[in-house]
């Protein structure tokens, strides 16, 4: 006998790397135009995956002749995906001298090294790289893509105490 916990869960499936969005956005539409017991589908920064929670015969019906969307890996406990549900601010991610990719706005596409950040507001101020005069430019950390860490990081290992 199939209890209801082993028909409800959050399953993980695998997907085409990079249409994530689109498989994700394909299943809740199917499930919101048929009225699917699907109450959650989830994208996380974990490429080529997608996690879906409802009812399985549900999901099953939702993804059959989906695109993108290959086979299923099994069911996942809440537990493990909570450190994917807390969102982090990406200016924790970013320090001086990183060098980034601006991805909004008019230097979109254009590579910059971050010459200071300010954490109240997260926002940074950047130097493009392509230009002959240093113009700095302030932009919402949400603008930005990490492309090179700074070489500071390997510089800072411990000397050996003796």
Do not use: W
Request: charged letters at 30%; proline letters at 4%.
């Amino acid at each position: 006998m199939v209890t209801l916990l082993e028909k409800v869960g959050i399953f993980c499936f695998k997907v085409k790397k990079g249409q994530e969005f689109n498989a994700a956005e394909s299943v809740a539409t199917r499930a919101e135009l048929k009225g699917l017991d699907i109450k959650t589908v989830l994208v996380t920064e974990i490429q080529g995956y997608l996690f879906i929670e409802g009812d399985v015969q549900d999901i099953a019906y939702a993804i059959e002749n989906a695109h993108y969307i290959g086979k299923q890996l099994g069911r996942v406990p809440v537990e493990e995906l909570e450190g994917h549900l807390i969102p982090t601010p990406v200016i924790e991610g970013l320090k001086e001298n990183d060098i980034v990719e601006i991805v909004d706005g008019p230097f979109k596409g254009s590579r910059a090294r971050i010459s200071s950040i300010y954490h109240a507001r997260e926002e940074i101020t950047v130097d493009l790289l392509t230009s002959s005069v240093t113009i700095p430019i302030v932009l919402h950390a949400d603008s930005v893509k990490l492309v090179q860490p700074s070489e500071e990081e390997e510089d800072e290992e411990e000397e050996p105490v003796f």
